[in-house]
């Protein structure tokens, strides 16, 4: 979850810092995917995990953080538009919110192990299992 000091309006955002936070959490991950993918892809095998956030629900969206929530949309779009152009290859893609966890920094509701269960469910999934989807507590969300 995105701190209270990232909490700006969108009508006070910062072009400079919005695209800052563009290009290191959404365009960034889109470079490495396409370079990790492109393996997994050449051995006909591979799990991929995009951590994400429910501030990147379009569902459920609501005001504050622009950055930080397009860049979870941008993540979340990218999980689908991977997932399926690579149908059929034995590659699933798909995106987790951990929830808030409890971190040096935070009192987060969740432990660590807690927010960590639904990552490591999806990136042990058998072949055939889902991809494309936004996961929680091992259950889809919209």
């Known amino acids: 979850m995105a701190s209270v000091r990232d909490r700006v309006s969108v009508f006070d955002a910062r072009m400079e810092v919005v695209r800052a936070i563009l ?22 095998y591979g799990r991929v995990v995009n951590v ?7 569902s459920d969206m609501g005001g504050g953080a622009p950055g930080y929530r397009l860049a979870a949309v941008g993540i979340n779009a990218l999980t689908r ?15 987790v919110d951990p929830g ?15 927010g960590v269960e639904t990552t490591i469910w ?3 999934l058998p072949d055939g299992g889902p991809s494309g989807g936004f996961f929680r507590d091992k259950q889809p969300i919209p």
């Open 81 to 95: 538009i991977f997932a399926n152009e690579l149908q059929g290859t034995n590659v699933l893609v798909n995106s």
């Open 23 to 44: 290009d290191t959490n959404l365009l960034g991950h889109m470079a490495l995917l396409q370079g990790l993918i492109a393996l997994m892809r050449d051995q006909g």
């Open 52 to 58: 994400t956030s429910a501030m990147g629900q379009l």
């Open 100 to 114: 808030w966890v409890r971190t040096r920094s935070t009192e987060a509701t969740r432990s660590v192990e807690e």
């Open 122 to 124: 999806l990136a042990t």
